[in-house]
């Protein structure tokens, strides 16, 4: 059984940082997609990283230069570290798996066969 558990989430004024940890179990994490994806109030799930098994790294627009994403095989976990927080960032996190079979673009929800319950993300002025 797959589990995506993500933490580190909490309240932070703008312009602070959150590192948010998703560890994995129950797939093989090193050969995995992993991605963030994020729901703000009244919005829809957005894409907001992902790494390839690769290391390859892709982002949305708005979060390019303040969000890091990366993992660690090792320990089966994959962080995104928020910089520079703007109260647009407030969200809740999610953290998604990918199987290695699975296609699709990294961007889609409908391209990720797991999720996490989430973690929620509350900046403040």
């Known amino acids: 059984q797959v589990q995506l558990i993500e933490s580190g989430g909490g309240l932070v004024q703008a312009g602070g940082s959150l590192r948010l940890s998703c560890a994995a179990s129950?797939?093989?994490?090193?050969?995995?997609?992993m991605g963030w994806f994020r729901r703000a109030p009244g919005k829809e799930r957005e894409f907001v990283a992902a790494?390839?098994?690769?290391?390859?790294?892709y982002y949305t627009d708005s979060v390019k230069s303040r969000f890091t994403v990366s993992r660690d095989n090792a320990k089966n976990t994959v962080y995104l570290q928020m910089s520079s927080l703007k109260l647009d960032d407030t969200a809740v996190y999610y953290c998604?798996?990918?199987?290695?079979?699975?296609?699709?673009?990294?961007?889609?929800?409908?391209?990720?066969?797991?999720w996490g319950q989430g973690t929620q993300v509350t900046v403040s002025s």
């Open positions: 129950g797939l093989t994490f090193s050969r995995n997609l």
């Open positions: 790494i390839h098994w690769s290391d390859s790294t």
């Open positions: 998604a798996a990918r199987n290695i079979a699975t296609t699709g673009a990294v961007t889609m929800r409908d391209s990720y066969d797991y």
